[in-house]
């Protein structure tokens, strides 16, 4: 059974990476109080999750505040509690919050699972932070590794076998 986490008032948040390019695992990390929670996630859904929250503040009134990058750095130690499987977004109108509710990758059917053990984490954000959040991903996204220009697949430093090419000529 994985823990669950209720963050009604989240003081910080922010999505980060350990690791070098090509090799990152990306965080999706908040604090409340004494309370720090980090949640791994896969490159895809911090791009995806900044896209969905972008939509989402673009039909609200911008915040009233700005959050300095120096503040989005993951706090240590960061040990990832599960990783996520779903994300769902909502708008608290009365809390002014946005919501988001992270699921636990689920376990596979098998002799120890048991349904609804999956961990479970809500976090309610301000329109600041959620902006910070998209600013951030976007900037972690985009600064891995280089794509190829034939194929659009990620480069390594050596560089990489293009499809495109089908195994002929320099790698790129």
């Not at 509690?81 to 636990?104: F, K, N």
Request: glycine share 10%.
């Amino acid at each position: 059974m994985s823990a669950s986490f209720e963050l009604g008032d989240v003081e910080r948040v922010t999505i980060g990476t350990v690791g070098a390019p090509g090799q990152r695992t990306f965080y999706l990390q908040a604090r409340q109080g004494q309370q720090l929670v980090s949640l791994k996630l896969e490159k895809q859904q911090v791009a995806a999750l900044a896209q969905l929250l972008g939509e989402l503040l673009a039909d609200l009134p911008g915040p009233e505040a700005t959050i300095a990058a120096r503040d989005l750095e993951l706090e240590e130690p960061v040990l990832a509690e599960w990783p996520v499987g779903a994300i769902q977004l909502s708008y608290d109108s009365i809390g002014d919050r946005i919501v988001v509710l992270a699921e636990e990758v689920a376990v596979a059917e098998g002799d120890d699972a048991v349904p609804g053990d999956d961990g479970v984490a809500r976090m309610a954000i301000t329109r600041a932070q959620a902006a910070a959040l998209v600013a951030r991903s976007a900037e972690l996204v985009t600064a891995g590794r280089p794509t190829c220009p034939l194929c659009g697949n990620p480069m390594d430093p050596e560089g990489h076998s293009c499809p495109k090419t089908n195994g002929h000529g320099p790698k790129h």
